[in-house]
């Protein structure tokens, strides 16, 4: 017996005015998008126990450790503290009938079981809707597949990328008149640990009419289909979209234009952005004062939108000359002090040092036994009134001993037992 | 039986987003009434297009018939005490109100959150606003691609030396619109032991900081950032995570370690898997037989093989393939609409497949095409006295379309 794997979670997990208190879930998910729903959850107050294997942990906690020297270097990556927060940790061997059996056992008291297994996965552990209604007819199953549990795609694995172009997403992204073009975050993951979430919420909604929990299929490439549904809708009106990149079908001039780097390089070398619309002639004419060409405004040229649009590329380098001579976060502060939407577009680092970010307290710290304090972003779901406090995520099954002799009533000689059996761990195997 | 799982749930939108818009429209979709409130001129969307051949109306925008489906309009010129009393009456009887309304004008239209606590303490509300409602910010404007720029998805996106790229449409409120969904609903299950409403505030730009991948948890801590992960990596980073081009499109190989041995099987080159590490190998041999794999196969080629051996490839779709999708129709995402002006056509209806939930679309709204039903239905009104509130004008349309 380890001494974390008797640990008991903080007091940060039992605040009874949130949303999800005395709610509890059952965590299978790896990776991002399952740990993405399961992350709000937590954050409303959810008690969810993540269960990993002592041959199955979570991919993302060898991604992005600091340092890959310490000892338990599956402990200490960014990416599974930032989405796991709060969550109980338990580390099963769910290949074992004795595994599955715990797995059972909680969710005889569960309120959800929600997982990204391949499809038919479930079901060889013994733990589908099916299996699991039959113990506790309320328990509502939310499975999170890339693509469905329907022949022929049931068997092929997809990740954010091959999603995104399977619902039509990347055919609809895309430069000026170029190819498809793929997102910059793996997005589907995020699309589906949300809608993931919601299917959670909506039949836990449902379920105080009807008493009776039921089996969500959230595919990430149905819920991405449903982001494109007005191109969709237009396709079938004869009008094939063509792609637009930064530019708008309906305001001109609008786009990212080069700034300096905030560290003063150039432009040419900073690779920093200010994005700009300009959606009302009165703004174009507050865009030419601000940038010093009352000209423009005095000759007419481009005092309506069509003729903006027309001259998009003139003003483009127009606008251009002016914002290189400025750190973006500059430039967006003085046009939105005429009146003009502006941004400048934040990279990582970028959040991070946001000024508005800043201010909300966007960034919590939480302490970490290896890491220290670290930073984590705040619950995005502001309750007016009620708050949440936060802690760092379990490590490899922290929590084995917690949820099996108190949650359930497994003795502490039951757990040695299962421990020295290896049905649970708090190593990876 | 399936039932809808929000019947019986009153929504009011009054908001010209697309977060709400599509939250809503999944509402309506799952059995919530939802009465969406329009000035005389019509919600700007209704203006965006594209339209069908013929048509550029207010009636027929593609965008609109989409994220409005399933809604009731409502006409409600807010700019009058007259329609503003109504609007609280449309409160005091609802579950949910969704608004994105500008912050500086929240008071004047009684949707205060002090006032709405004060007036309807069982009410729900979803503000979403792109900064939030504190800060130095708050007040800023925003649009589409300042939305996405404040988040920070959209510095990661595009191809680099080439600038910063927004994805289609208005995605930073697409994604924001599941948010405003889940936190309607853990609202209502709050209420259930509570019995009081609950005020929640999104902001679009933390919404999308928060869902930054590795790459945020990593720059908020002050990591170094991992190579090929912290700048614009354009359709790929490496032989086997990109996109190719192929006979008739484009398709994808998205291939991390586990999927290796079906990569290479897939590719009709198993012992090449020994060969994995070999970088070398990987960028100049295997990269230059991967292009042309792809350039003489299909989409469907491609994607038969993904089938036969279980490899994470994949294809662009264009609308016209996810609309013949045998297997896509299979999972029951499309529902048919028939609008008295723009026809009949198919928009992707449930975002999940559920044992025991429905989900039903009306056609999207004519302006005011509920206007009389609604206002007499909840407030007890005479049509010569909807006639007095929604103005002379907008009554016109309005019992032109009922």
């Known amino acids: 017996m380890t001494a974390t794997a008797n640990a008991k979670p903080g007091t940060a997990t039992a605040d009874p005015n949130l949303p999800l208190a005395g709610i509890r879930i059952i965590d299978l998910t790896m990776v991002w998008a399952g740990p993405f729903a399961t992350k709000h959850l937590v954050d409303l107050g959810a008690e969810v126990i993540k269960i990993e294997g002592p041959g199955r942990l979570d991919l993302v906690r060898t991604l992005t450790v600091p340092d890959p020297e310490v000892d338990e270097p599956y402990n200490n990556s960014r990416y599974f503290n930032e989405y796991n927060r709060n969550k109980l940790g338990m580390a099963i061997d769910m290949q074992k009938p004795a595994g599955q059996q715990i797995v059972r056992r909680l969710a005889e008291t569960s309120d959800v079981l929600i997982e990204n297994f391949r499809p038919g ?95 969500i299929e959230a595919s990430q490439r149905n819920m ?28 001109a001039p609008q786009g990212v234009y080069p700034c300096a ?30 940038i010093d060409r009352k000209d423009l405004i005095e000759s007419g040229r481009y005092a309506d939108v069509v003729a903006r649009r027309a001259a998009h590329d003139e003003i483009d380098e127009i606008i251009s000359g002016w914002t290189r001579e400025r750190s973006s976060r500059a430039a967006a502060d003085a046009l939105q002090s005429v009146g003009i939407p502006s941004s400048p577009v934040l990279t990582p680092t970028g959040i991070r040092d946001d000024p508005q970010l800043g201010s909300r307290d966007f960034f919590r710290p939480v302490q ?27 490590r490899l099954g922290e929590h084995n001993r917690y949820v099996l002799t108190s949650l359930l009533d497994y003795t502490d000689d039951e757990v040695d037992e299962l421990e020295s059996s290896g049905i649970v761990a708090s190593r990876p195997r | 039986m399936p039932d809808l799982p929000l019947v019986g749930t009153v929504v009011v939108e009054v908001a010209t987003g697309t977060a709400s818009a599509l939250a809503s429209r999944m509402m309506a979709g799952y059995g919530a009434e939802v009465l969406k409130v329009e000035p005389p001129s019509g919600d700007p969307m209704r203006g965006v297009g594209p339209f069908p051949a013929g048509h550029a109306d207010g009636e027929t925008s593609a965008a609109f018939l989409y994220f409005h489906g399933g809604k009731s309009s409502v006409v409600l010129d807010l700019d009058t005490a007259a329609a503003r009393a109504e609007l609280a009456n449309l409160l005091a009887g609802a579950d949910i109100l969704l608004t994105d309304v500008p912050l500086s004008k929240r008071e004047s239209l009684g949707l205060s959150e002090a006032h709405l606590r004060e007036a309807v303490p069982r009410l729900t509300v979803i503000s979403v606003t792109p900064y939030g409602e504190t800060g130095p910010q708050a007040n800023y404007l925003a649009t589409d691609l300042t939305e996405a720029a404040s988040g920070g998805q959209m510095s990661l996106m595009g191809d680099p030396g080439k600038p910063p790229l927004k994805a289609y449409g208005n995605q930073a409120e697409c994604q924001s619109a599941f948010h405003v969904y ?31 991948e590795a790459q945020g948890p990593m720059a908020y801590n002050r990591d170094p950032a991992m190579p090929g992960l912290s700048s614009r990596t354009g359709n790929g980073m490496r032989v086997t995570w990109s996109q190719y081009r192929c006979k008739d499109g484009y398709a994808g190989i998205f291939v991390n370690a586990p999927n290796l041995p079906s990569f290479f099987e897939a590719i009709g080159r198993p012992d090449d898997l020994s060969r994995a590490l070999d970088d070398e190998f990987m960028t100049g041999e295997l990269l230059a037989y991967v292009k042309e794999w792809c350039a003489v196969r299909t989409r469907n080629e491609v994607y038969e093989v993904a089938i036969a051996i279980g490899a994470p490839f994949s294809y662009v779709a264009t609308p016209d393939d996810l609309l013949t999708s045998p297997t896509i129709e299979q999972t029951g995402i499309w529902r048919e609409v028939q609008h008295p002006i723009a026809g009949t056509f198919r928009v992707p209806g449930p975002p999940f497949r559920a044992s025991n939930s429905a989900f039903e679309l009306r056609p999207a709204p004519l302006l005011g095409e509920h206007t009389a039903e609604v206002l007499s239905h909840r407030s007890g009104h005479d049509a010569a006295t909807v006639t007095a509130i929604v103005g002379q004008s907008a009554a016109t349309r309005v019992n032109a379309a009922v």
């Open chain 1, 368 to 394: 970490h036994p290896e890491l220290g304090e670290m930073s984590i972003t705040a619950p995005t779901w502001h309750f007016h009134g009620v708050s949440r406090e936060l802690e760092a995520a379990p």
């Open chain 1, 261 to 290: 780097g905030d560290d003063g390089a150039s432009a040419d070398e900073a690779d920093s952005w200010v994005a700009v619309s300009i959606v009302s002639d009165e703004q174009w004419v507050s865009l030419c004062q601000t």
């Open chain 2, 182 to 212: 889940g936190a309607a609903m853990a609202a209502l299950l709050l209420r259930f032991r509570t019995d009081k409403g609950s005020y929640v505030e999104l902001a679009v730009q933390e919404l999308q900081a928060s869902a930054m």
């Open chain 1, 224 to 251: 991405l289909i449903g982001l494109v549904g007005d191109g969709v809708v237009a396709h079938q009106f004869g009008n094939e979209p063509h792609r637009i990149g930064n530019r708008s079908r309906i305001i």
């Open chain 1, 121 to 215: 996965v479930i079901d060889r552990l013994g733990l589908s809707y099916d299996e699991l209604h039959k113990i506790n007819p309320r328990i509502i199953v939310v499975s999170l597949p890339g693509y469905s549990n329907i022949m022929p795609e049931r068997g092929i694995p997809g990740y954010g990328p091959n999603v995104e172009q399977m619902g039509g997403l990347a055919h609809f992204n895309g430069y000026q008149d170029g190819t498809p073009q793929k997102s910059g975050v793996s997005y589907g993951d995020p699309i589906a640990g949300l809608g993931g979430a919601a299917a959670v919420l909506m039949a836990l909604v449902q379920r105080e009419r009807t008493g009776v929990g039921q089996y």
